[in-house]
């Protein structure tokens, strides 16, 4: 017997279900989506997004409803290959790969992916926060090897740029995480700030503005430059950066900021260098862009205890809605307790409030190897 499908309404969330149940094989009914808006259904880019999450499965069914206010998703199997999408220019290429992501390293066969469209748009990841922050949380997990490359940069509104990503390592499950000890110090701070078809005196006048609020951390800082030109350079002015604070142990924290109408390049350095400030002051092991997809790879990861420690600024509306999808599909509860004081010298230090998140694994296992 078939197993009903489960119940969400509205858009909110709505990559993070698909991706869940994938993962968890299980059927989803999506209803009221904006039902109530002057242009109700789904968007351009959640649908562009449901073609590229059937690309990269086999046997996956998708219905959406004549209003596009309901979709019914039947995931198949994780099967990867060679694929090119293009990405409406409404929502950066993050919005598609951050998800894929997710998905990729339980497939049949490695992943090769040309995304084609806006590379950073200040809502979504930016192809650079991506490859310098959340790969390394992919690392944790003995998730290796991703490579990015951007071969064009595209700003908004008509993008023009293009990403490849190759995720060659294929694994049976993620290895168990135990990372809830003292928050690690930072060592140094990276970067890199870009622009698209201006004067490349703006990145210059990014990377100094940065630089100029950071100088407060007393760390190494680097800040790259990437001035795109000719074909490389898509098809609209743009500028960003995007930084990571990184420490010794791997860990690393990011922010990252794009110019708008109106602004400098020198706004835009500073407020990017005042939001990492603001993520490592949060404390904990990771940042609010990264926190999602460490809580599901240690969700589907062996049965065993994982642990990781985490700023009270990571525990929002949205990190609570993610504990509440995954106890629907896995049944499986999120444990989080506060932080207890290692020594004297923490309990008398007046540092950031930070709470331990344990999770049991489901022993999610690779459905495409255990076919094989």
Not at 254 to 265: K, N, R
Not at 305 to 319: A, C, M, P, Y
């Amino acid at each position: 017997m078939v197993a009903p499908p489960v119940l969400y309404s509205g858009h909110v969330d709505f990559r993070m279900r698909l991706i869940l149940a994938t993962l968890s094989g299980r059927a989803i009914k999506i209803d009221r989506i904006r039902s109530d808006d002057m242009e109700p259904g789904l968007k351009d880019y959640e649908v562009s997004f449901l073609r590229l999450l059937e690309a990269i499965t086999n046997g996956s069914v998708i219905e959406i409803s004549y209003t596009g206010t309901a979709v019914v998703y039947r995931p198949g199997l994780i099967v990867n290959g060679t694929i090119t999408h293009n990405c409406p220019v409404s929502r950066a290429v993050g919005y598609f790969l951050e998800p894929i992501l997710l998905l990729a390293p339980f497939g049949k066969a490695a992943l090769s992916l040309t995304l084609k469209g806006v590379t950073s748009n200040g809502i979504d990841l930016s192809v650079d926060t991506i490859r310098t922050a959340l790969f390394p949380i992919y690392n944790k997990f003995g998730i290796l090897r991703q490579e990015l490359r951007v071969i064009k940069r595209g700003a908004p509104p008509l993008g023009g740029g293009e990403v490849n990503v190759f995720l060659p390592h294929v694994v049976l499950q993620p290895t168990t995480l135990h990372a809830a000890v003292k928050t690690p110090a930072i060592v140094k701070i990276r970067g890199v700030a870009y622009s698209t078809r201006v004067s490349p005196a703006s990145v210059n006048r990014i990377i100094e503005a940065a630089r100029g609020v950071l100088s407060a951390t007393g760390c190494e800082t680097f800040i790259y430059s990437d001035v795109a030109r000719g074909e490389e350079s898509g098809k609209s002015p743009g500028f960003g950066v995007s930084l990571v604070a990184e420490t010794r142990s791997g860990w690393c924290y990011t922010a990252e900021s794009v110019g708008g109408a109106g602004e400098t390049p020198e706004d835009v350095g500073e407020r990017a260098a005042r939001a990492l400030l603001e993520e490592i002051a949060f404390g904990g092991m990771v940042c609010r862009s990264q926190v999602k997809s460490l809580i599901v790879l240690m969700v589907v990861g062996k049965e065993d205890i994982g642990k990781v420690l985490v700023g009270k600024g990571v525990i929002d509306e949205g990190f609570v809605r993610l504990l509440r999808d995954i106890k629907t599909m896995w049944g499986t509860e999120v444990r989080i307790k506060e932080q207890e004081a290692l020594d004297e010298e923490d309990e008398q230090a007046d540092g950031p409030e930070e709470f331990v998140v344990s999770i049991k694994g489901v022993g999610f296992v690779n459905a495409s190897k255990k076919i094989a």
